[in-house]
């Protein structure tokens, strides 16, 4: 977000996400926002959502603006016509797109074809507002981020890469424990390393999750199948045992550890009804944050 778009959370410096939370802290505390009044955040979307369209809808409206929402079946990114005319014509029309793609490159041809700001809503690749709005809701929990350590179980997916790339940013220990073939990509691993380098955390890529669980603030899962992923999903339940958030596996933590869950959530798959609705569960302040941290996301690309 050092240029006009938020697609990866490697766009941001540490100064740029330090920024975006305390923003995000002062709007929901109630420090009036930035007015949006003849603003139009257009949300194009491949995938379904329930969150993030509604987060941002909301956002918009509470700062005085406006959205629109293009369901998967409408606008045919790529299929009815190029993704660059897409990105030109809206350009026309709106202040600023958020858009989810399966592909994350369509995205980025997207941002590179629009005059005005493009949002990540979720890529296969990365998902950066879910990683933003989890690190506040850290940030509001622990009241720090730096030397903390997030335990993540489950897939290299695009929840995983963010919070990697976001943690390893900013001082903490991430540790990720995925069976063979599920670990995050290489390119992510390697970028995570050298966010640590530079910010003093650390990042470890584990198969064991008790490994991983062990002593850790945080312990975070998502989905073994992502959208996308259906035709995937019976291999996976079989791929992933050994890999659900349980009290069993949280007594490895520490003792105030919190448990995070970006949801949609599949009880009795990663995470157990008893560790989603226990009481160090935390998912519905993340999906609150979720407002909070695109308000400061639109109010820093939207600011003139
Ligand atoms: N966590 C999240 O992005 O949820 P939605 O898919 O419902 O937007
Ligand atoms: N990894 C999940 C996240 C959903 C918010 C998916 O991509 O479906």
């Given at each position: 977000?050092?240029?006009?778009?938020?697609?990866?959370?490697?766009?941001?410096?540490?100064?740029?996400?330090?920024?975006?939370?305390?923003?995000?802290?002062?709007?929901?505390s109630?420090?009036?926002?930035?007015?949006?009044?003849?603003k139009?955040?257009?949300?194009?979307?491949?995938?379904?959502?329930?969150?993030?369209?509604?987060?941002?809808?909301?956002?918009?409206?509470?700062?005085?603006?406006?959205?629109?929402?293009?369901?998967p079946?409408?606008?045919?990114?790529?299929?009815?016509?190029?993704?660059?005319?897409?990105?030109?014509?809206?350009?026309?029309y709106?202040?600023?797109?958020a858009?989810?793609t399966?592909?994350?490159?369509?995205?980025?041809?997207?941002?590179?074809?629009?005059?005005?700001?493009?949002?990540?809503?979720?890529?296969?690749?990365?998902?950066?507002?879910?990683a933003?709005?989890?690190?506040?809701?850290?940030?509001?929990?622990?009241?720090?981020?730096r030397?903390?350590?997030?335990?993540?179980?489950?897939?290299?997916?695009?929840?995983?890469?963010?919070?990697?790339?976001?943690?390893?940013?900013?001082g903490?220990?991430?540790?990720?424990?995925?069976?063979?073939?599920?670990?995050?990509?290489?390119?992510?691993?390697?970028?995570?390393?050298?966010?640590?380098?530079?910010?003093?955390?650390?990042?470890?890529?584990?198969?064991?999750?008790?490994?991983?669980?062990q002593?850790?603030?945080?312990?975070?899962?998502?989905?073994?199948?992502?959208?996308?992923?259906?035709?995937?999903?019976?291999?996976?339940?079989?791929d992933?045992?050994?890999?659900?958030?349980?009290?069993?596996?949280?007594?490895?933590?520490?003792?105030?550890?919190?448990?995070?869950?970006?949801?949609?959530?599949?009880?009795?798959?990663?995470?157990?009804?008893?560790?989603?609705?226990?009481?160090?569960?935390?998912?519905?302040?993340?999906?609150?944050?979720?407002?909070?941290?695109?308000?400061?996301?639109?109010?820093?690309?939207?600011?003139?």
């Amino acid at each position: 977000m050092n240029g006009k778009d938020f697609i990866s959370i490697s766009d941001l410096t540490p100064d740029r996400f330090e920024e975006l939370i305390s923003v995000a802290l002062a709007l929901k505390s109630g420090r009036e926002g930035p007015d949006f009044k003849g603003k139009t955040l257009a949300l194009l979307f491949e995938k379904p959502s329930l969150r993030t369209r509604v987060s941002f809808e909301v956002a918009m409206r509470q700062l005085g603006g406006e959205s629109l929402y293009l369901s998967p079946q409408e606008v045919g990114l790529g299929s009815r016509e190029p993704v660059a005319d897409v990105a030109r014509v809206l350009s026309r029309y709106v202040d600023v797109v958020a858009a989810r793609t399966f592909s994350h490159a369509a995205i980025v041809e997207l941002a590179q074809h629009s005059s005005v700001p493009v949002i990540n809503a979720l890529s296969d690749t990365e998902h950066p507002c879910q990683a933003l709005a989890d690190l506040l809701t850290v940030q509001e929990k622990k009241g720090r981020l730096r030397g903390l350590t997030l335990a993540f179980i489950g897939a290299g997916n695009n929840v995983a890469a963010s919070l990697a790339l976001a943690t390893a940013m900013n001082g903490m220990r991430f540790r990720i424990a995925s069976p063979g073939g599920y670990e995050l990509p290489k390119a992510v691993q390697e970028k995570a390393q050298d966010f640590a380098r530079a910010s003093g955390g650390e990042v470890s890529f584990l198969r064991e999750a008790s490994e991983a669980v062990q002593g850790a603030d945080i312990v975070y899962t998502d989905v073994w199948a992502s959208m996308g992923q259906e035709a995937e999903a019976e291999q996976r339940r079989r791929d992933f045992e050994g890999y659900q958030v349980s009290e069993e596996l949280l007594q490895a933590a520490a003792p105030d550890a919190i448990v995070m869950h970006d949801l949609p959530a599949h009880r009795g798959e990663e995470i157990t009804d008893e560790a989603i609705e226990g009481p160090r569960s935390v998912v519905f302040d993340q999906a609150e944050n979720r407002l909070h941290a695109q308000k400061a996301v639109l109010s820093l690309l939207l600011a003139k």
